[in-house]
């Protein structure tokens, strides 16, 4: 006689959570890619509260988790033409996870010559100066929640 058991949704993301603390924990990334998250808010997000567009991608290449300069290296492709859906200017009040190509979102640019106000969910207000300095990526983790409060460009 075979028993069967059914699991409610609950149970599911109980265990997804369960196997993914200990991985975050250890710090262990797997490399992103465009397209492999299918569902809203499955992945980084980034909510714009500033009174400008911002720039953010759905890839990130390296071990590092900044980049300095306009593209990032996963964004270029063959004879510096840029992969279509790679990166984006994220509208003024919208959030990535209003948009399929980038429900997981992995990296947010720092405009050059430019003062950015940001935080992750339920943390401090952090200040970006990239005033004569060229523009940061800054790279955030799948579970991440970045939110730009303000960008003020000179």
């Known amino acids: ?3 069967k058991v059914r699991l409610g949704k609950w149970a599911v993301r109980s265990a997804t959570v369960a196997l993914a603390v200990p991985v975050m924990a250890l710090g262990i990334a797997a490399p992103a890619s465009a397209g492999t998250c299918t569902t809203s808010g499955c992945g980084g997000e980034v909510s714009n509260n ?4 911002i720039r953010i991608a ?3 290449s390296g ?4 980049y ?3 593209k990032l290296p996963c964004v270029q492709h063959v004879n510096w033409v840029y992969d279509y859906y790679s990166d984006w200017e994220l509208p003024k009040g919208d959030e990535s996870k209003n948009h399929y190509y980038y429900y997981d979102t992995d990296a947010i ?3 050059r010559n430019c003062v950015t106000k940001w935080h992750f969910w339920g943390s401090a207000t952090y200040t970006e100066d990239r005033r ?3 523009s940061k ?3 955030f983790n799948d579970l991440g929640h970045v939110y730009v409060e303000s960008v003020t460009c000179y």
Request: proline share 0%.
């Open 1 to 3: 006689m075979m028993i």
């Open 63 to 66: 071990t590092s988790a900044t």
């Open 109 to 111: 640019r720092f405009y």
């Open 137 to 139: 990526w800054m790279k």
């Open 68 to 70: 300095y300069g306009d």
């Open 58 to 60: 759905n890839c990130w």
């Open 132 to 134: 004569g300095l060229d």
């Open 50 to 53: 500033s009174g400008m567009s």
